[in-house]
């Protein structure tokens, strides 16, 4: 079993930043890559970073330049940095992985940039 909790969104500037967090517990020995995912209202969830356990990372281009994906394996957690935010990266914000063929996704952090 893997549990995974976010945090750090919120309502935000556009131009501003947030760092979102998502902490993993449970069996973390047996994750390898984790991935961030975004949904809007009425539309599926996108994955739009990855990292591996052993840091490499993976980003849609349309946030490369903008987010950016890390980890501390120490303290299990994998962040997400968001700078120069727009209005429409307003969205739930996921964490996902996958262990043994099952996934396990947290519960969401919100995201609202006004402009």
Do not use: H
């Not at 890559?33 to 840091?55: C, H, N, V």
């Not at 501390?72 to 957690?77: F, L």
């Amino acid at each position: 079993q893997v549990q995974l909790v976010e945090s750090g969104g919120g309502l935000v500037q556009a131009g501003g930043s947030l760092r979102l967090s998502c902490v993993a517990s449970g069996i973390i020995s047996s994750i390898k890559t984790m991935g961030w995912y975004r949904q809007a209202p009425g539309k599926q969830r996108e994955l739009f970073a990855t990292i591996t356990s052993d840091g490499r990372t993976n980003q849609l281009d349309s946030v490369k330049r903008r987010f950016t994906i890390f980890r501390n394996n120490a303290k299990s957690t994998v962040y997400l940095q968001m700078k120069g935010l727009i209005r429409a990266d307003t969205d739930d914000y996921y964490c996902k992985t996958a262990v043994d063929g099952r996934e396990y996704w947290g519960q969401g952090t919100q995201v609202t940039v006004s402009s």
